[in-house]
């Protein structure tokens, strides 16, 4: 029994590597765009990525987390830009994000996991957890940094907050997501920023609507 003068020693093992994980990552989104959900195997990717297939269950469960995990780093690379307003730093990060939609390793495996998640519960769970919740971190930025410049009001109420960042979210993902890849029409600057503009009069209109529901405010 090891006595409190002598700790239990750290548990040794083979540490986990990046290199491999960014190599069975893009193993997976290769054999997606090659095979298609259907065909993919765990066997397939760690043949792709030069790994065992033991390698790849003592990291994912199965194909449904593995292919999660490789479609949400390429959402991971979407980053808000700070060019002074919100209009330009909304109209920046749409086309970031329509240009990544427009890669066949986005695309393909964004529209594989989104099918299969009709069936599958676990994996629609999964998918919101890893990739938009994760982005959401966009909306949050931008939003206070339109705050701090005055551009947006600060909202009190903490769940209409959360709403309202829920819903600039789905606007902004649902018009760029179905414009690229169910319409398969560009989203160049000038849809950008025609886009960018009705969004930030909703959002004006939005704020007005609140003031005017506040004790004192008029109607």
């Known amino acids: 029994m090891l006595s409190r003068s002598h700790p239990r020693p750290p548990r040794t093992g083979r540490p986990r590597s990046a290199a491999a994980d960014e190599a069975i990552l893009e193993a997976t989104r290769a054999s997606l765009v090659d095979l298609g959900w259907s065909k993919l195997t765990m066997g397939d990717v760690a043949t792709r990525a030069g790994v065992a297939k033991t390698t790849l269950y003592r990291r994912w469960a199965g194909k449904n987390e593995l292919v999660v995990d490789a479609v949400a780093v390429l959402f991971d690379e979407l980053e808000l830009p700070d060019l002074g307003s919100l209009s330009a730093d909304v109209q920046a990060v749409v086309l970031q994000f329509a240009a990544l939609l427009e890669r066949p390793e986005t695309r393909t495996a964004l529209m594989a996991v989104v099918a299969e998640s009709t069936r599958d519960e676990a994996l629609r769970t999964r998918i919101r957890d890893s990739i938009v919740d994760r982005q959401k971190r966009l909306v949050l930025q931008g939003r206070q940094r339109a705050q701090e410049?005055?551009?947006?009001?600060?909202?009190?109420?903490?769940?209409?907050?959360?709403?309202?960042?829920?819903?600039?979210?789905?606007?902004?993902?649902g018009a760029v997501v179905h414009r690229v890849l169910v319409s398969a029409e560009p989203v160049d600057v000038d849809w950008a920023r025609r886009f960018t503009v009705l969004l930030l009069a909703g959002l004006g209109a939005a704020s007005a609507q609140g003031v005017a529901q506040k004790p004192g405010g008029s109607v």
């Open 149 to 173: 410049r005055g551009e947006l009001p600060v909202e009190q109420d903490e769940d209409m907050a959360s709403t309202t960042a829920d819903l600039i979210f789905d606007v902004i993902a």
